[in-house]
């Protein structure tokens, strides 16, 4: 047992009894953990407002042993996500893209296994993503392509699997989710219906793959090219999950 004191984005909250919570957050130091919120679902509540998805809080927090909940002693907010309040007519999509970006952060990460490096991001994206101005799906799949490099399991958007040519050289390539990569058009076979992937498409996944959140969230795309770029990151992140995300069926692909 020891008073642990960390960063921390809120990714989930469960209901416990009739007055506490379990909250799940990703934090900068100790990675994914949960926590019992004493109090949290009364109104005058010891961590008032600052317990809502997605908001970023300074923690104070009870790490238990093994196999006992953690217990939270302080929160204090440093930010709230808020997008649908920014002016931008695609307020909800941006909501459900923070959802989508915290039950990602969820799903894919342990207990007490930190990665600094995904804190920041995720932060840089939860700022990017309420500015009117930012371009909602170039971010996402920007933010999905930094999850699946983080993890070393970005496909390879450079050359067919099989065959060696370079992307460049071929109009049509599918997706190989399975061999982490793509397959050139005289190389695919009648019987594999990976997802296809345009030229255009695979060059915009390589340059989003070596860019940084602010040029992402300028990236114009067309909604072919996002179909295409996102459908390609979702089958890479749902191969390592063993599922779909939940909460991409909020997320409607621009038409
Ligand atoms: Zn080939």
């Known amino acids: 047992m020891s008073l642990e004191k960390c960063t921390g984005l809120v990714i989930r909250q469960v209901d416990f009894s009739e007055s506490s919570r379990v909250v799940t957050f990703y934090s900068r130091e100790f990675g994914r953990f949960s926590a019992l919120a004493k109090g949290a679902k ?25 196999g006992t909940l953690n217990l939270l002693t302080e929160a204090r907010l440093a930010s709230r996500f808020q997008p649908q309040l920014s002016g931008a007519s695609d307020g909800l999509t941006r909501l459900y893209s923070g959802y989508y970006i915290a039950e990602l952060l969820n799903s894919l990460n342990e207990d007490f296994d930190p990665n600094p490096e995904l804190y920041d991001v995720a932060v840089e994206v939860l700022a990017e993503l309420p500015r009117v101005e930012t371009q909602v799906w170039s971010l996402l799949v920007w933010f999905e392509l930094t999850l699946l490099q983080l993890s070393g ?103």
């Open 42 to 66: 009364r109104l005058k509540g010891p961590f008032d407002a600052a317990l809502d998805v997605l908001s970023e809080c300074r923690l104070v927090f009870i790490r238990k042993s093994q």
């Open 153 to 255: 399991l970005l496909p390879n958007l450079h050359e067919c699997s099989i065959c060696g040519e370079p992307a460049e050289s071929r109009e049509v390539h599918a997706h190989w989710v399975s061999q982490g990569g793509v397959i050139c058009s005289d190389c695919r076979r009648e019987e594999y219906r990976g997802n296809l992937v345009r030229s255009d498409s695979l060059a915009i996944l390589r340059r989003l793959s070596t860019s940084g959140s602010a040029v992402a969230a300028r990236l114009q795309m067309n909604s072919r090219q996002i179909e295409e770029c996102h459908k390609l990151a979702v089958s890479a992140i749902s191969d390592i999950l063993g599922k779909r995300p939940k909460t991409l069926r909020y997320l409607q692909l621009p038409r």
